[in-house]
């Protein structure tokens, strides 16, 4: 699965975020990758510039 526009990511984060619990966002990377079947390798693809993954980029 192609890593998802920012659009798509927003609900699931949002969910999470809601559960009462105090989440950073690098705590959130795994299960929202996790909630999208990300792979190992999409999740490290990192943007043109290479200095920052696509997937973390988009979540933020």
Do not use: Y
């Not at 975020?17 to 909630?35: F, H, N, Q």
Request: with cysteine; glycine share 6%; aromatic share 6%.
């Amino acid at each position: 699965m192609p890593i998802p526009p920012f659009h798509e990511i927003l609900l699931p984060l949002l969910r999470r975020s809601a559960d009462g619990k105090d989440w950073t966002l690098a705590a959130l990377r795994g299960p929202i990758a996790d909630d999208f079947g990300l792979t190992d390798a999409e999740r490290a693809e990192l943007l043109p510039s290479g200095t920052q993954s696509r997937f973390v980029n988009r979540l933020c």
